[in-house]
C-alpha cells in the first residue's frame, strides 16, 4: 500500500515514521499551496469549512504521486470533521472515478475493537517493531511541540528577524532525519540550546497574545497564513492555546478512559457557554477567560468561514470580551482571505493592544 | 394578570409549537407569538448577529427582539438531542447563549435544556423546572406535560397526512377553544382530527397525476414564507404536489436510517437525508428540491450527499436552492420554472 495523511502543520513527520513503521510506503502529503486549495475548493461544497477544502486538495495532490490509501481521523460530532472522509471518500471515488482505499480511525473509545482491527489488518511488521516506532512516532511529536512552544517564547525578544524561524526549521528538519528516540532528545535538547543563546533584547517586555480556535486552521500555518509567525515578528509573545500532544492524549487516551479533558476551559467556559458545541466552540471561549485572568494582552480568534462552533463562540465573544475586559479579535479564514490583508489587521489590533497597555501603565501611574 | 411567555416563530418552532403552547396555557400563561417573519424582523435580526450567521439564526434573533417589552418571558429552549442518532446543529446547542449576548433589552429568558439522552424522563423533568419558575405546582404540571404530549401527537399526524404547519396549527388551536366553549370531549378531538386528516390525504392524493417533487431541507427553512419567498405557493401555482420531510412519518424515516453508513451530527439532517431515501424506495418523487441556507454547516455536507445519492438513484434530477436575506423572488421563479419544465418535458418523453 502507498499511504497519505492529512497534512497538519509539523505533524507529517511523526506520521511519516508511524506509517513506515507499519511496513508501508508513504507518500508524503504535499505542503498545502495555493494550488492544493483550489483543487480541493474545485471539487467541495462551495460552504465546506475551509479545512474540508485544503485536505481534499492534498488527498487529490498525493493521489497524483501515485497514493492508493488515505489514512485520517474520523470523530462523532456534532461537529463536520468527523464526517469528512466519508463525503470526502464519496467524491474522490463516485465523482471523480479514483480506486482509493479511504481508512478513518474513529476515536478509539466506543471503538476499540474497530481501532485494533484497523491497527491489525495495516501493521505489516512484529509487533514489538512497531510499537518501538509508534514510541519514536510520538516522542518526534512532544520534541516538534516543545521547539515550536520554545519559539514562540522567543522570537519577540530576538535581535535579528527572522533568526528564531530559521532555527526552527533547521530543527524541525533534524528532528525528521533522526532514527532513534536518543537521537530525537539530542536534537531537541541541541536546538533548545540555540535558541537560549541566541541574541536577545532581555528588556524587552512583549505584549502577550493567546491564539484560540479552531484546530486544523491554528496548526496549519499555511491556512492560517502565519499568524503566529507574523505576531513574532511585531514583537508579540503568543501562546497557542492548542497543541497536537495535548490534543491527541485529551482525545484519544483521557477520552478512552473517559476521563474529561480541558476540564478547566470548559469550567471557564461555564457562565457563557455552558455546553458542548462541537469542534472547539466551547473551549474557544474558555480559553480567552483564562487569558484575561492570566493577565494576557489580548487573544486572537481563529476560525474557518462557517465553521459552526467558532460562529457561536463569535456571537457569544463581544460579551466575554467586555465583561472580562480583554480585546480579541476573530479572524474568519477562507479560501479569498490574502495574507496581505491579514497582517494589516493584526498590525490595527497590536497598536491597540499597545496603546491599551500603556494608557494602563500611565493610569497605574498617576494612582500610586 | 396572567404570565406572559413570548415563543419566536422561528428554528424548532414549526416542530413543536402546538406542544408548547398547550403545556403554557394549561398552566394559565398566556402564550405570545411572533407575527410572522417580515422585512422588519430580517433586519432586526441581521443587526444583531455576527455576519457570518446563517439566515434562520438571524431570523430568530429577530423574533427574539421583535417580542421585547410585550411578554414576560421568552421561551428559548436550548434543544440539545431529540433522539439517539444526534444532537442538532450546534447553533440550536449555543442558541441561549448566543441570544444572551446578542439581543439587548429583552425579558428574561426560559431556557430549559432538553436531551432525550440524558434519560426517558430527562424531556419531563426539563418541562417540570420551567413550570417551577412559572409558579405551578408538581401536579398541575405534570398534567399540562401528558396533555401536551398528546397534542404533539395531534400534530404530528396531521402533518403526515400532509398539511402544512401553520394549517395545522389553527387547526388545533380551534380545537382547543371549542373544547373549552362547548365543552367538546376528548373523543370528539379525536374524530375531528381523523376527519381533517383524511380530507387533507384525500386531496393530495387527487393531485397525484401531476408532477410530485420532494422539497426538502429544515423546518424553519421550508416553512417560513419569508426566507424562501413564497416557494411552496409558487409550486403550487406551477401545478406541482410536492412532500416534505415532515410528511414522513417519524418511523418509515428512522427506518432508512440503515442506509446511511454513518449517521449525520445533526438531527435534522438525518430527518433529510432520511426522508429521500424513503421517498426513493417508494418511487413517490420525480425530482428533489433541496432549500439550503448560505453558509449553513450541516447543509454543505447534506447538500453534496443528497447529490450524490439522485445520482446514484438513477439520476433523479436534483435542484439546489440557497438562501439568504437577499434572495429575490424573481431569480427563485426562474430557477423553479426551469426546472419543472424540465421535469415535464422529461415525463413526456418517457411516457
Ligand atoms: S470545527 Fe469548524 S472547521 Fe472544524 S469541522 Fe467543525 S465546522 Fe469545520
Ligand atoms: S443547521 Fe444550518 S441553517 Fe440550521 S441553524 Fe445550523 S447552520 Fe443554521
Not at chain 2, 96 to 118: A, H, N, Q, W, Y
Request: aromatic share 10%; with cysteine; charged share 25%.
Amino acid at each position: 500500500m502507498r499511504i497519505t495523511f492529512p497534512h497538519m502543520g509539523t505533524s507529517w513527520i511523526a506520521f511519516k515514521t508511524l506509517v513506515e513503521g507499519m511496513g508501508h510506503e508513504v507518500v508524503l502529503p504535499p505542503p498545502p499551496t495555493k494550488r492544493t486549495l483550489d483543487l480541493g475548493t474545485k471539487y467541495s461544497p462551495e460552504f465546506a469549512c475551509l479545512p474540508f477544502k485544503v485536505l481534499l486538495g492534498t488527498y487529490l495532490e498525493a493521489l497524483k504521486l501515485g497514493a492508493d490509501t488515505i489514512i485520517s481521523s474520523g470523530g462523532v460530532g456534532p461537529c463536520r470533521a468527523g464526517y469528512y472522509t466519508q463525503l470526502q471518500g464519496r467524491i474522490l471515488k463516485e465523482q471523480l472515478g479514483y480506486d482509493v482505499r479511504v481508512i478513518t480511525f474513529e476515536p478509539p473509545r466506543g471503538h476499540l475493537m474497530q481501532t485494533y482491527r484497523i491497527i491489525r489488518d495495516l501493521v505489516k511488521v512484529s509487533f514489538p517493531k512497531f510499537a518501538a516506532c509508534a514510541w519514536l512516532a510520538w516522542q518526534k511529536l512532544l520534541a516538534l511541540d516543545a521547539l515550536e512552544r520554545e519559539s514562540h517564547r522567543v522570537r519577540p525578544l530576538e535581535l535579528e528577524k527572522g533568526t528564531t524561524s530559521r532555527i526552527l526549521s533547521q530543527g524541525i528538519k533534524a528532528i525528521d532525519r533522526a532514527d532513534s528516540v536518543k537521537e530525537v532528545k539530542n536534537v531537541t535538547a541541541a536546538f533548545l540550546k540555540r535558541f537560549k543563546e541566541m541574541p536577545k533584547d532581555y528588556d524587552y517586555q512583549p505584549l502577550k497574545v493567546g491564539v484560540i480556535g479552531e484546530i486544523y486552521v491554528v496548526l496549519e500555518p499555511f491556512v492560517n497564513l502565519d499568524v503566529v509567525e507574523t505576531l513574532g515578528h511585531m514583537g508579540v509573545y503568543v501562546n497557542r492555546s492548542i497543541f497536537l500532544t495535548n490534543w491527541v492524549t485529551e482525545n484519544t487516551l483521557l477520552d478512552t478512559f473517559r476521563v474529561e479533558a480541558e476540564r478547566s476551559a470548559k469550567k471557564a467556559a461555564g457562565p457563557y457557554l455552558p455546553e458542548l458545541v462541537g469542534g472547539h466552540g466551547q473551549t474557544s471561549i474558555g480559553e480567552t477567560v483564562l487569558y484575561a485572568k492570566r493577565g494576557f494582552d489580548g487573544v486572537v480568534q481563529l476560525a474557518p468561514f462557517t465553521c459552526i462552533p467558532e460562529i457561536v463562540a463569535k456571537s457569544i465573544m463581544p460579551r466575554v470580551s467586555k465583561e472580562l475586559d480583554i480585546p480579541v479579535l476573530t479572524l474568519m479564514l477562507d479560501e479569498q482571505t490574502g495574507k496581505a490583508g491579514i497582517a494589516t489587521r493584526l498590525e490595527a489590533f497590536v497598536d491597540l493592544l499597545r496603546m491599551r497597555r500603556n494608557r494602563m501603565a500611565r493610569t497605574r501611574g498617576e494612582t500610586a | 394578570m396572567a404570565i406572559r411567555i413570548g415563543i419566536p416563530r422561528a428554528l424548532a418552532y414549526y416542530s413543536f409549537y402546538p406542544q408548547w403552547k398547550t403545556f403554557f396555557e394549561e398552566l394559565g400563561a398566556e402564550v405570545i407569538l411572533s407575527p410572522l417573519t417580515n422585512k422588519h424582523i430580517v433586519n432586526e435580526g441581521i443587526r444583531d448577529t455576527v455576519t457570518d450567521a446563517c439566515i434562520p439564526i438571524k431570523v430568530y434573533h429577530g423574533h427574539v427582539a421583535s417580542l421585547a417589552g410585550k411578554v414576560d418571558y421568552i421561551f428559548v429552549p436550548r434543544i440539545v438531542g431529540l433522539d439517539h442518532d444526534a444532537t442538532l446543529c450546534p447553533k440550536f446547542l449555543g442558541l441561549p447563549d448566543m441570544i444572551k449576548s446578542s439581543v439587548k433589552g429583552i425579558p428574561p429568558l426560559l431556557t430549559p435544556r432538553f436531551d432525550v439522552r440524558d434519560g426517558r424522563f430527562a424531556p419531563a423533568k426539563a418541562w417540570m423546572k420551567v413550570a417551577e419558575v412559572l409558579g405551578a405546582g408538581y401536579r398541575h404540571a405534570l398534567l399540562a406535560y401528558r396533555k401536551s404530549v398528546k397534542v404533539k401527537q395531534y400534530y404530528e399526524e396531521l402533518l403526515t397526512s400532509r398539511m402544512l404547519p401553520e394549517e395545522a396549527v389553527s387547526l388545533l388551536d380551534k380545537l382547543a377553544a371549542s373544547v373549552k366553549g362547548e365543552k367538546k370531549t376528548p373523543s370528539d378531538v379525536k374524530s375531528s382530527i381523523a376527519s381533517a386528516k383524511s380530507s387533507s390525504a384525500r386531496s393530495s392524493e387527487l393531485q397525484n397525476s401531476n408532477i410530485c417533487l420532494a422539497v426538502v431541507g429544515y423546518p424553519y427553512m421550508i416553512y417560513d414564507e419569508f426566507i424562501n419567498c413564497g416557494l411552496l405557493d409558487t409550486l403550487k401555482r406551477l401545478g406541482v404536489s410536492i412532500l416534505t420531510p415532515e410528511m414522513v412519518p417519524a418511523k418509515a424515516r428512522q427506518a432508512q436510517a440503515k442506509k446511511q453508513p454513518k449517521y449525520l451530527f445533526w438531527y435534522y439532517s438525518n430527518q433529510v437525508i432520511r426522508s429521500v431515501y424513503y421517498f426513493f424506495q417508494e418511487n413517490m418523487v420525480d425530482g428533489v428540491i433541496h432549500l439550503t441556507a448560505f453558509a449553513c454547516g450541516p447543509d454543505a455536507m447534506v447538500d453534496k450527499l443528497l447529490e450524490l445519492d439522485c445520482q446514484k438513484h438513477g439520476r433523479i434530477p436534483y435542484l439546489s436552492l440557497c438562501l439568504d436575506e437577499h434572495t429575490g423572488r424573481a431569480g427563485i421563479l426562474t430557477r423553479l420554472e426551469a426546472f419543472t419544465d424540465m421535469l415535464v418535458r422529461k415525463r413526456g418523453v418517457r411516457q
